[in-house]
Every structure is written in structure tokens, then in C-alpha cells.
């Protein structure tokens, strides 16, 4: 379980093909590994991954063919959010995110608006339901506020303290997206829908 704070952004720094998948080195970045221990788990753009070795500021995950086929950024070297599995004790300065990928949303506006920026994503039809106006969403690992919703479309602000310390100011129109919804919306839908 994390909460989409970002800790770090890191970097993917290099793949090795598996009979099943690739194996990603991560460069940490700022994210200390002091405490992390072979099995723990680390978000790389909301997607949750084991680490299966350490070395220095570098550790290894292995991603299996159905991770890549159902998400974007971990495919090639390159900028990645990174956050660490949440403890009991932790604060959850986000929302409760569970690492497992929904959807992968693409990009229709990044526009400026003074120091923000205005970010307007389309969510794969069958997510814009979980969807809500000043509900939670987690875009490559990182919790944000929904502002508005007009059908699959939604938008959000991005302050500059988020731009500064995610991979989101990357963006433009047509970038792909990491969408993880509410946890709650999804387990009210099925408290009132069991037979779907």
C-alpha cells in the first residue's frame, strides 16, 4: 500500500531481457535504501515492484509481460517516481493507493497557468465512472485532486512543488499516463453492483 507521495524521482537505468519480461536497474536517486530488503516493495509510476536485488544507489525489480502490457514507463531507460511501500505508523499525506494500475490515461492539455499547470488526461472509458470532481486519482504514482470531469476527460492543477519534485512536468499533450482510481469508489461500485 503507498499514498502517492513521491519520495524521489529516479531513473531506470538499464533493462535485461527474462524469458518472462525484463529486469529494470533503478538508480534511487534521493529515495534512501538503508531500509529497503530484497522482497520489499517500491512504486515505479504507481506500479508496484518487488526489489529482487541491491547494489549502492541502485536496485533491480522484475516486470512481468502482463505489467508492461497494462502500463507505460517501464520499458526503456528514463525518469521514474519512486515511493516506498507505506508502514503502519506512516502518514498518508496522499490517498490510499494500492500500486495496481488501472489504466493508462493519455494527455490532452499541459498548459500554464501562472507557476501551475493545468493538466487535462482522458481516462480509458470504462475508468471515467471512478472518476470524480474533488476525488483522488493517482497519475504515474502521484496523488492528485480531481478539479473537474466532463465525461472520460478530467483535469487537474499542478502546483509547482509537484512539478519540481515528480516526473509530471515532463508532460505534453499525447503523453501516456499510469491511472490508478479511488480504492473506495471502486469497492462502493461493488458493494452496490456484487453481480458485476
Same mark, same amino acid.
Given at each position: 500500500?503507498?499514498? @502517492?507521495? +513521491?519520495?524521489?524521482?529516479?531513473?531506470?537505468? !538499464?533493462?535485461?531481457?527474462?524469458?518472462?519480461?525484463?529486469?529494470?536497474? +533503478?538508480?534511487?536517486?534521493?529515495?534512501?535504501?538503508?531500509?529497503?530488503? *530484497?522482497?520489499?516493495? &517500491?512504486?515505479?509510476?504507481?506500479? #508496484?515492484?518487488?526489489?529482487?536485488?541491491?547494489? /549502492?544507489? !541502485?536496485?533491480?525489480? =522484475?516486470? $512481468?509481460?502482463?505489467? *508492461?502490457? #497494462?502500463? +507505460?514507463?517501464?520499458?526503456?531507460?528514463?525518469?521514474?517516481?519512486?515511493?516506498?511501500?507505506?508502514?503502519?505508523?506512516?502518514? &498518508?499525506?496522499? !490517498? *490510499?493507493? $494500492? @500500486?495496481?494500475?488501472? /489504466?493508462?490515461?493519455?494527455?490532452?492539455?499541459?498548459?500554464?497557468?501562472? =507557476?501551475?499547470?493545468?493538466?487535462?488526461?482522458?481516462?480509458? /472509458?470504462?475508468?471515467?465512472?471512478?472518476?470524480?470532481?474533488?476525488?483522488? &486519482?493517482?497519475?504515474? /504514482?502521484? $496523488?492528485? %485532486?480531481?478539479?473537474?470531469?466532463?465525461?472520460? %476527460?478530467?483535469? &487537474?492543477?499542478?502546483?509547482?512543488?509537484?512539478?519540481?519534485?515528480?516526473?509530471?512536468?515532463?508532460?505534453?499533450?499525447? $503523453?501516456?499516463?499510469?491511472?490508478? +482510481?479511488?480504492?473506495?469508489?471502486?469497492? #462502493?461500485?461493488?458493494?452496490?453492483?456484487?453481480?458485476?
Amino acid at each position: 500500500m503507498f499514498s @502517492g507521495i +513521491v519520495a524521489a524521482v529516479g531513473r531506470i537505468t !538499464h533493462l535485461t531481457a527474462r524469458p518472462a519480461g525484463h529486469r529494470l536497474t +533503478v538508480e534511487a536517486g534521493r529515495l534512501d535504501l538503508g531500509d529497503v530488503a *530484497l522482497g520489499d516493495s &517500491i512504486a515505479h509510476n504507481g506500479v #508496484c515492484l518487488t526489489v529482487v536485488a541491491k547494489e /549502492g544507489g !541502485h536496485f533491480m525489480v =522484475d516486470v $512481468s509481460p502482463e505489467t *508492461l502490457s #497494462c502500463t +507505460v514507463g517501464l520499458d526503456a531507460p528514463g525518469p521514474v517516481n519512486l515511493e516506498k511501500a507505506l508502514r503502519l505508523a506512516d502518514v &498518508i499525506g496522499g !490517498h *490510499l493507493v $494500492s @500500486g495496481h494500475v488501472d /489504466g493508462v490515461g493519455e494527455v490532452l492539455r499541459f498548459d500554464p497557468v501562472g =507557476d501551475n499547470r493545468l493538466l487535462e488526461i482522458r481516462a480509458p /472509458g470504462d475508468l471515467a465512472r471512478y472518476i470524480a470532481k474533488k476525488g483522488s &486519482i493517482t497519475v504515474d /504514482g502521484t $496523488s492528485l %485532486t480531481v478539479n473537474a470531469v466532463a465525461g472520460s %476527460t478530467f483535469t &487537474i492543477n499542478l502546483i509547482p512543488h509537484t512539478l519540481e519534485n515528480t516526473t509530471l512536468h515532463r508532460l505534453q499533450p499525447g $503523453s501516456k499516463v499510469n491511472l490508478e +482510481v479511488d480504492l473506495i469508489a471502486r469497492y #462502493c461500485e461493488r458493494l452496490l453492483n456484487p453481480e458485476n
